[in-house]
């Protein structure tokens, strides 16, 4: 069974060894990723490093007053809204009742209580959306930089802005819309091929930005190229 499985995956990938694609998840999210889901039907978030697809909840509530605090930061980092040492909303004393009580400056949002008893006060919700897994998605890169991918059987270039953490491997999946066949080409830097579960900084292609920023230069007029040689093994992805 396990034979015949492995055969299957082969099949499907072509000649080159790495993740199968298709049930491949990225760990790491840019900041301009997460700000493209920024409406009430499709609703990201990020906060104190991860980022979270608040879609379901946003669907589940929607009409009631209390998401709208939510939804205007849809595609935005909320970081601010958190104790990093105790990972829950902020909490200070309510002037009114002097008990301590979560701290909401842009109004109350779902699953915080009422700053008063309230009989339409429903608690039967489980545990509060920001405690727990259930909608994290990944890791908030908390570096980027851009890189060049040129394809030397076409010629054909592009950019991409990934993330310092993620692996090659991540890499060539965000290429994917722009070469399916991705995985079917010797990534190579500087004439070397590249570790693809490597990280660009471990394959030796350094972030020189501070040094760029030291030397009152513009960074952005150089930007790393990795060259893609094809091996003439089609994928099929």
């Given amino acids: 069974m396990l034979v015949a499985d ?6 499907r990938r072509g000649l080159v060894e790495g993740p199968d694609f298709e049930v491949f998840q ?22 104190l490093g991860f980022v979270y697809d608040l879609t379901p909840l946003a669907v589940k509530y929607k009409g009631d007053l209390l998401l709208k605090p939510i939804v205007e930061v849809a595609g935005q980092d909320i970081s601010h ?5 105790t990972r829950d909303i902020r909490k200070h004393v309510d002037p009114l009742t002097g008990t301590l009580r979560y701290r909401t400056p842009q109004g109350r949002f779902l699953h915080v209580p009422p700053q008063l008893p309230r009989s339409d006060w429903a608690n039967d ?3 509060p959306w920001w405690q727990g897994v ?22 054909q270039e592009h950019t991409l802005e990934v993330g310092a953490q993620e692996s090659m491997w991540e890499i060539l999946h965000r290429y994917l819309p722009y070469n399916a066949h991705a995985a079917s ?29 030291h030397l009152n230069m513009d960074g952005t007029l150089y ?11 089609l994928t099929d992805l």
């Fill in 81 to 85: 809204w958190f104790d990093r040492k």
């Fill in 6 to 11: 492995s055969a299957r995956a082969m099949q």
């Fill in 223 to 233: 930007t790393p190229a990795i060259l893609l040689y094809f091996n003439d093994d």
């Fill in 134 to 155: 259930r909608y994290e998605v990944g890791r908030l890169s908390a570096k980027t930089r851009n890189i060049r991918i040129i394809n030397t059987l076409t010629s």
């Fill in 26 to 47: 990225r760990r790491y999210f840019t900041p301009a990723e997460v700000a493209q889901h920024n409406v009430p039907e499709d609703l990201w978030v990020s906060y």
């Fill in 185 to 213: 080409y010797t990534w190579k830097y500087e004439g070397k091929k590249l570790n693809m579960d490597h990280t660009l900084e471990e394959n030796g292609i350094r972030d020189e930005d501070e040094e760029f920023d």
């Fill in 125 to 127: 919700f489980g545990k």
